[in-house]
């Protein structure tokens, strides 16, 4: 059964692998690719993109009253954000090398790139900041809680869950006693050994 898991498990690596190579081809046919992490934009792409710019004024007529009234609602939430950020972060890095797994890297999750889209505008800008802040902090956040939850209880519930993260599926079956505690060992030492892991990109979005 952990044989045909685990065949399962390879069989949807290899899909989101060509997953990502189909969208870097849609990338492409936008006029912008990525190489080595760094964004590069065609010119004819630029102009394309900043013909359909927005101006302020119109942004805000647009957008109507009662959507500018709910602005500091949502960016009130930006201080919990950042305090789980903080807390987060120092958890990790304590407890994690303590445990002698690979904290998650920030950087994979947080990225701020929006704002080099020529279509948007400068209100557009900041709430993309915002919603590629909050949103990357939650994804990485996420991970930080997977490989814990897989260093201290990596046992499914009995219940089907959805948005589950991606070490999930190998977890222990719920009720399979006769694995555990040697399985849940053997779950730490993989969780020890393993490189790092690229984003999911079915994961929360920015």
């Known amino acids: 059964m952990r044989t045909q898991i ?7 690596q290899s899909l989101e692998a060509d997953l990502e190579e189909e969208l870097a081809e849609r990338r492409r046919s936008y006029g912008y690719k990525l190489e080595q992490g760094r964004l590069f934009i065609s010119r004819e792409a630029r102009e394309r993109q900043a013909a359909l710019k927005l101006g302020l004024r119109r942004y805000l007529v647009d957008s109507g009253v009662l959507t500018i009234l709910t602005a500091p609602f949502i960016y009130a939430v930006a201080i919990p954000v950042f305090l789980l950020d903080v807390v987060a972060s120092l958890y990790q890095a304590v407890c994690f090398r303590v445990y002698g797994v690979k904290q998650v890297k920030r950087r994979d999750y947080v ?8 279509y948007l505008n400068a209100i557009q800008k900041v709430n993309c900041f915002y919603c590629s802040y909050a949103n990357g902090v939650i994804a990485y956040v996420h991970e930080i809680a997977s490989r814990t939850e897989q260093y201290w209880c990596p046992i ?10 991606r ?3 190998g ?8 694995e555990y505690p040697d399985s849940l060992e053997e779950q730490r030492r993989r969780l020890r050994s393993e490189g790092d892991i ?4 079915q994961g929360p979005a920015e």
């Not at 990225?111 to 020529?118: A, E, I, K, Q, S």
């Not at 690229?198 to 990109?201: A, H, M, T």
């Open 198 to 201: 690229p984003p999911d990109p």
């Open 6 to 12: 685990n065949q399962l498990l390879e069989k949807i």
């Open 167 to 169: 070490r999930y599926d």
């Open 171 to 178: 977890f222990l079956e719920y009720g399979d006693v006769g």
């Open 111 to 118: 990225v701020f790139d929006r704002h080099r889209l020529p």
């Open 156 to 165: 499914k519930h009995a219940e089907r869950l959805a948005g589950t993260h």
